[in-house]
């Protein structure tokens, strides 16, 4: 074991030796492995970066929480202009039915959403986001209270012209005052602000904190249903605990075939979503790209295995004298084979460590061009890294044997 030892720890002093001595032909050498590693290090860190960020800026619908609309998830424009077309709109009489029926939620409430304009004094907003919602979207809904409440019962009952505002509409109107009890005019309308969210940040480079929530039966009163285009109400339902999410999924889902009169062999004209459900086509996104860049990696690692493995032969050739007189102190085969291999595993693990470092330096500059997070896991750096040294092991065989079979009489004439 202590030779063992002692053979693989001169063989990797050799290598690095080689790599110190000829710094130039080195960094050419492994120029192909570096740009493999460092590609599918940044890939695999703004992957996982992504993805987290979309599971919470996204995806998350909240804790044990889906939905039952008008659209389901769609991949495709076929689907899209089917299911535009059978869809009937959801209405607040399929909320209550729901509401009245569900065995298996802790709670049932609804949404809409309605595009408007804000104002306050001399300055306004010309896209705002309105959302009608039922009070209960409180303990549904991701988000929190920062300043003063959320709507109330009676609010909703009395359809009362009060919202609860997202920062960049306080930020706009009252940046220097408290924003709990002013009024500002949406769509011309006059509402009373009764609470602030906290501030959520940008999603993809777009706000969420741009929004306004007021009673759903306020939305109604003032805003009507005239847009053909309307998806109707989204009925947000809370599962009573994890464990029957499923099954609450299946049990809103035969309310609404039963609700609706839908045939036993007819398709659902409804959609049911969850965060899964979302996370899932974002995955295929995912994956898809992922995939594109696993085949930038290969060529890359492929021509950087073919010039280490040019260079290793450069390297026989260059030391058969050194290898005859092994072969004469009586180094086997083996010895010379397994040599050769390690310094081509070695010098192409080197040029890992390097893609690793030049994937550190690339991140922050990805990060900054996509406006996304990275994250790079330990097991990128260790495939990285083992990758690379596969990738010199593999194309490394070939001069190694060449090595191997090299006669010492022969090898000692060579001059």
Do not use: C
């Not at 999603?203 to 741009?210: C, L, P, R, V």
């Not at 109400?233 to 889902?253: D, L």
């Amino acid at each position: 074991m202590r030779g063992r030892r002692f053979f693989f720890r001169e063989s990797a002093v050799i290598a690095l030796e080689t790599l110190r001595a000829h710094k130039l032909r080195s960094f050419l050498t492994l120029l192909g492995i570096i740009l493999a590693v460092a590609t599918l290090i940044v890939v695999i860190s703004v992957v996982e970066g992504a993805n987290a960020y979309f599971a919470e800026r996204i995806a998350n619908l909240g804790t044990n929480v889906f939905y039952v609309q008008r659209y389901p998830i769609t991949t495709n424009l076929k689907d899209w202009m089917e299911v535009r077309k059978r869809n009937p709109k959801m209405t607040l009489a399929d909320y209550d039915f729901l509401r009245e029926h569900l065995t298996l939620a802790e709670l049932v409430g609804a949404r809409e959403f309605q595009g408007t304009g804000a104002r306050a004094g001399a300055e306004s907003i010309l896209q705002l986001s309105l959302r009608g919602v039922t009070p209960n979207m409180a303990d549904i809904s991701p988000e929190k209270v920062a300043l003063g409440r959320y709507l109330t019962e009676t609010e909703y009952r009395t359809r009362a012209q009060v919202a609860f505002v997202g920062t960049d509409l306080t930020d706009r109107f009252f940046p220097y005052t408290d924003p709990v009890g002013k009024v500002v005019l949406l769509n011309g309308h006059p509402f009373e602000i009764i609470g602030v969210a906290e501030k959520m940040g940008t999603a993809f480079g777009q706000s969420q904190d741009n929004f306004a929530y007021i009673p759903l039966t306020t939305l109604h009163k003032l805003w009507g249903r005239g847009d053909p285009d309307w998806s109707g109400v989204r009925v947000a339902i809370k599962a009573s605990n994890p464990m029957v999410m499923e099954q609450a999924k299946e049990q809103a889902r035969a309310l609404m075939r039963a609700h609706r009169g839908l045939k036993p062999d007819a398709p659902d004209n409804f959609g049911v979503v969850a965060s899964e459900s979302i996370q899932a086509i974002w995955n295929n996104l995912m994956g898809g790209i992922f995939m594109g860049a696993t085949l930038i990696v290969s060529v890359f690692m492929v021509v950087g295995g073919i010039v280490i493995m040019n260079i290793m032969l450069a390297s026989v050739t260059e030391r058969t004298r050194e290898i005859g007189i092994r072969k004469s102190l009586g180094a086997r085969r083996r010895d010379i084979l397994l040599q050769f291999l390690v310094e081509s595993a070695i010098l192409a693990a080197v040029g890992g460590l390097i893609g690793v470092g030049l994937a550190l330096g690339l991140n922050p500059v990805v990060e900054a061009l996509v406006e996304l997070p990275t994250r790079m896991p330990l097991w990128a750096v260790a495939l990285g890294v083992s990758l690379a040294a596969s990738v010199g092991l593999f194309f490394g065989v070939y001069p190694a044997h060449k090595a191997s079979r090299l006669d010492p009489i022969v090898a000692l004439r060579t001059e």
